[in-house]
Nanobody
């Protein structure tokens, strides 16, 4: 069982930046080294959508087109954390952001572990 916990959400004006962090716990560091992770977001009435994912070696393997060049995913194996640096935020980035792990692909149903979510609100 992997426990994921997000932090760093909040409110910001358009054009601003936020950095989300996800702390993984409940497994050994050796297991975390091979643990695929991703960031998703969800707005009311819509499906949870993948924003970016990152492989065990720290290489980003996917970015949603609308966040390319603005969001950067990274991970730190020493601290069992994954971050999402979000720059030039837009009002349409307003959503609940989720950390996910233990899966692959763009569909939320293919990911096993989830954080509780953190709200990001971008005002115009």
């Amino acid at each position: 069982q992997v426990l994921l916990s997000e932090s760093g959400g909040g409110s910001v004006e358009a054009g601003g930046s936020l950095r989300l962090s996800c702390q993984a716990s409940g497994r050994s560091l050796r297991s975390f080294n091979y643990y695929q992770m991703a960031w998703f977001r969800q707005t009311p009435g819509k499906e949870r959508e993948i924003l970016a994912d990152i492989d065990w070696n720290g290489g980003a393997t996917y970015y949603k087109d609308s966040v390319k060049g603005r969001f950067t995913i990274s991970r730190n194996k020493a601290s069992n954390t994954m971050d999402l640096q979000m720059n030039n935020l837009l009002p349409e980035d307003t959503a609940v952001y989720y950390c996910a792990g233990g899966g692959r692909g763009g569909s939320a149903v293919n990911w096993r572990d989830w954080g509780q979510g953190t709200q990001v609100t971008v005002s115009s």
